[in-house]
């Protein structure tokens, strides 16, 4: 058997300094498109459907987020 020490780095592939916030707004940006074909296609009932799922993750998110801090 080998002993030499394992040596763990980052991939090569990682070379810019995105963060999460900068790689969520291109999601949101990426996503854009299907919203507006959905529109088109389903009618302005989509819009409300993705309204609603939008809103109620951001309330989720704010209401776990505030209780993870309160402890």
Partial sequence: MD???LLVSPAP??????N???IMLDVVIAM??????S????GWRALVVV????LSCVLFEF???????AT
């Fill in 3 to 5: 002993n030499s020490m």
């Fill in 13 to 18: 592939h990682v070379r810019q300094k995105a």
């Fill in 20 to 22: 999460t916030r900068s």
């Fill in 32 to 37: 854009l498109p299907a919203l507006v074909a």
């Fill in 39 to 42: 529109v088109i296609i389903f």
């Fill in 51 to 54: 309204s609603v799922c939008v």
């Fill in 63 to 69: 209401s776990f987020r505030s209780s993870a801090a």
